[in-house]
């Protein structure tokens, strides 16, 4: 039995990245970019109003206020998307709408609030000084600037400069396919009403939604039975994806097959039980070269495994360097036991609370206990040294949410 650090270690050094696609835009969103990305022209190409208003030479404004307006003429009117066809000459102003090129001449912008219309002239009511309420060329971005940095995760902000670069597909770490393999003579399906006996496979889909939410694409392979050959039929199916996960089986049982058929089709067997609790029996090995985790059968200890070792992993594989959970101290709201020698994921509800967070668990913290899970935003961590911890201590707590119960994360 290995330590979680170490286990995870093992697992990191194993990960390869993907290779790089061409996706559209829309579909990167939230997908690692694998290329660095230059600005081929200036953003605006030209000088533009940032208001509806009207377009000056800033010197014909001076001393104007609204007790002694200065009237200027009016010569035309530009639309967003259409040119200016007049030079701005002194006393003269170009009604202007926001967007619109500015006209030659013309140096700064009032907006059309600080004036007032009259027939074929304006009267200006404040003095404005050069470059007011304009955009210049380039003020955004310029030509051959680097935009977006090849590693960075494209966010709504990325897809929206890739579309004013005129970028309609991009190159983006591939999504890893992840074949999902539950194992036991117990399982049935989803749509089975379960006889006595047996129970509904709920693993496969928390750990499929669990793939979503980090990036890959789940492959579901339905249930294996408690048999070796039909085990390692599966097993030979999945090995077409990029990553391979099972339930089940990794323990000490007559029936734990699955551990056994890992260490005879597989080319590798990492490790096999990591000190913590829930996910004990976790193994993590390979089948012709593509990774293979033999995770465990009880549905809380599936789900934590995969927070543990898997999202990290598949992160990884994608392009991501923030790989982890945030972590936090809060304090405990409750006395807390637990047995010494291994490290502790209790699923907890984190809260703020005027300048601290507080933890608390969320009851029942057995491994087969899914609500546990369903009303998580945390896990409270403990290491393996520990055995108590009071009420009021602080702890440490590994976020489930951007967000907690009542606030923003702090910073």
């Not at 600005?39 to 377009?55: E, K, L």
């Not at 694409?217 to 999945?238: N, W, Y």
């Not at 990290?312 to 923030?322: E, I, K, S, V």
């Amino acid at each position: 039995m290995i330590t979680v650090e170490k286990a995870l270690h093992t697992v990191l050094a194993a990960c390869r990245p993907m290779g790089l696609e061409k996706a559209d835009l829309l579909k990167a969103a939230g997908r690692v970019i694998g290329e660095d990305v230059f600005a081929p022209r200036d953003i605006p190409s030209a000088a533009n109003s940032a208001m509806d208003g009207y377009a000056v030479r800033s010197g014909d404004t001076k001393g104007a206020h609204a007790l002694k307006p200065v009237e200027l003429k009016v010569v035309e009117t530009i639309a967003a998307g259409s040119l200016p066809r007049r030079t701005v000459q002194a006393g003269q102003a170009a009604r202007i709408m926001t967007g619109a090129v500015v006209p030659k001449g013309a140096d700064a912008v009032v907006r059309r609030e600080d004036t007032e219309e009259k027939g074929k002239t304006v009267l200006m009511k404040i003095a404005v000084p050069p470059g007011l309420d304009i955009r210049f060329p380039g003020e955004d971005v310029r030509r051959g600037e680097k935009v977006i940095a090849a590693g960075s995760v494209l966010r709504p902000g990325h897809i929206g400069m890739l579309a004013a670069l005129s970028k309609a597909f991009v190159a983006v770490y591939q999504r890893p396919r992840v074949a999902i393999l539950s194992t036991g003579d117990e399982l049935v399906d989803i749509e089975t009403e379960p006889p006595p006996g047996k129970i509904v496979n709920s693993n496969t889909y928390s750990l499929a939604a669990q793939i979503l939410a980090c990036g890959g694409a789940p492959v579901l392979l339905g249930i294996g039975s408690d048999d070796k050959e039909d085990l390692v039929k599966k097993f030979q199916v999945a090995r077409r994806a990029d990553v391979i996960l099972s339930s089940g089986g990794v323990s000490v049982g007559d029936y734990d097959f699955v551990k056994d058929v890992m260490g005879d089709i597989g080319n590798a067997m990492h490790f096999w039980q990591v000190a913590m609790r829930p996910g004990k029996p976790l193994a993590f090995g390979s089948i012709d070269g593509v990774p293979l985790f033999g995770l465990p059968g009880n549905p809380v200890s599936v789900m934590v495994s995969f927070e543990q070792f898997v999202r990290p992993f598949l992160l990884r594989m994608q392009g991501h360097t923030r790989i982890f959970r945030p972590t936090l101290t809060a304090v405990s709201a409750q006395e807390i036991k637990k047995s010494a020698g291994v490290k502790n994921f209790l699923r907890a509800v984190v809260e703020r609370e005027k300048n601290r967070c507080t933890a608390r668990i969320t009851g029942e913290q057995g491994s087969g206990i899914l609500k546990s899970m369903v009303e998580a935003n945390a896990f409270i961590v403990l290491d393996e040294d520990v055995s108590h911890v009071k009420k009021g201590e602080n702890v440490l707590v590994q976020l489930l949410e951007e967000t907690l119960t009542g606030a923003d994360v702090p910073a």
